[in-house]
């Protein structure tokens, strides 16, 4: 990186309608998002609007700069921290520009708040479905950056299925638009003597050779794991008129969707919206004596309409022991499980919902693994989800310098081979004499695994990377994905190449 003088960086701040700070305590307040990483960074800008991000992107390309897009900073992986110009778009950004309640679609900036957005929407009978933990605070700029799932995405898809159109700069500050193209329209785009039109014939020269879209296809995650943040997103541009047998248009937001901000920088979005979910729903949750029960009766439950599919370790469940605000939300619990899976049916007529929560109970009785199936309805739903929710940041409360530490926590696999992944991962976790947090959309394929490390120690930090390998070899072994959703950042990006194939 260039070495700034801090007068080029004053000169800057006079340009911007918004704002650039390089005091020590801004600096260090972006130093750190949701993970175990710090950098301090070169500055903070916030941008009051996109010529202000424009200006930065052409400034951060003469110094060789890099620049981090961010919006709240609860990534998980180091994403949103960096050494060169953080820009913050939460506090400017921040729009709901249109609601179209015909064509359930809605254009918004990067640092809208995903429930804010959802309170908008709901006089319309519309929500944006994908549905993180962090829903209270985490942003649509950011989701589309990690392409972000949730607990919903078994029943209504992940944040990649919903962008319709992105608006973003290119590393020359030009403006694009990227959206649904029929191959006509694409070939127009390959012929622009722009940055824009060299994207175009460089993606159109590569993913036109049949070797290159078999190498792909051989070494990218299993097609039917539809939570895969492994890379860039290649392979989801295939799906289409333009390099595939599909009839469905090609679109750069596919790709865009996960990229994690190192692509352009996405000033609009639109999204496809959802109808609310059903009002009627009930949660089934069935409690275990181990972990590989949970994980089997996850293929016996996945045979039935779920909306939602979660699962919760004793080591989350006795955080919330400790915890006054959660300890209320107990009180479902049956003795002292390994682990809890919740299971959501739901329609739109009380009978129905009634008539699914049966059948799924009684399946769920008939496998024989569970000991105990409690269920619940109405705000009874609200407070296990409030549990499940409240599950992750609690593990930051451990007792103690051995911390649940982000480093795998984030792999999936095909639904099929989620039981027989998770008994290597047990064995495996022995092996290395660790215990781990199961933390899981378990109808997803998708496990929040970490282990109980004490960073502070040089042999549990030798572990924390030696366990990463070796989950990575694993994951490989089952084509899945090193991650399903919290994306590659700082933590798996070296992985990529032995995930994806280095030709890739």
Known sequence: MHKMNPEELAKLSQQLEGSLHTDDLTRTIYATDASVYRKIPLAVAYPKNALDIQKIIRFASKYHVPIIPRTAGTSLAGQVVGEGIIVDVSKHLNRIIEIDAVNKTVVVEPGVVRDELNYHLKEFGLFFAPNTSTTNRCMVGGMVGNNSSGTTSIRYGVTRDKILEL???????????????????????????????KLYQSIFNELSSDAVQNQIKTY????????????????ALLENAVFGDSEKPFNFSKLMAGSEGTLAFTT?????????????????????????????????????????????????????????????????????????????VASHTPEDAEIQAENLLSVLKQSGFSYADVTLKGNEINQAIELRKAGLGLLGNMIGDRKAVACIE??????????????????????????AVYYAHAGAGELHLRPI????????????????????DLVQKYKGSMSGEHGDGIVRSEFIPQMVGKAN
């Open 268 to 344: 609009k979005i639109k999204l496809q919206l959802d109808d609310l979910p059903p009002a009627n729903n009930i949660m089934v949750v069935s409690h275990f004596d181990s972990i590989e029960k949970s994980m089997n009766a996850v293929l016996v439950a996945m045979k039935h309409r779920l909306y939602s599919c979660e699962m919760l370790d004793k080591v989350i469940l006795d955080c919330t022991k400790n915890n006054p605000v959660q300890l209320k939300n107990r009180f479902f619990i049956s003795g002292d499980p390994k682990a809890i899976m919740m299971f959501e």
């Open 453 to 472: 490390l004490d960073l502070k120690k040089s042999g549990d930090v030798r572990l924390f990377r030696e366990i990463t390998q070796a989950v990575a």
């Open 167 to 197: 608006d973003c700069l290119l590393a020359d500050g030009s403006e694009v638009s990227f959206k649904n193209l029929n191959p006509i329209e694409f070939q127009q785009k390959t012929k622009l003597k722009t940055l824009e039109g």
């Open 220 to 235: 990218f995650p299993k097609p039917e794991i539809h939570r895969r943040n492994t890379g860039y997103a290649v392979d």
């Open 410 to 435: 984030d792999t999936a696999v095909s639904l099929k081979d989620l039981p027989s992944y998770i008994k290597e991962f047990s064995e495996l976790m022995d092996r290395f004499g660790q215990e």
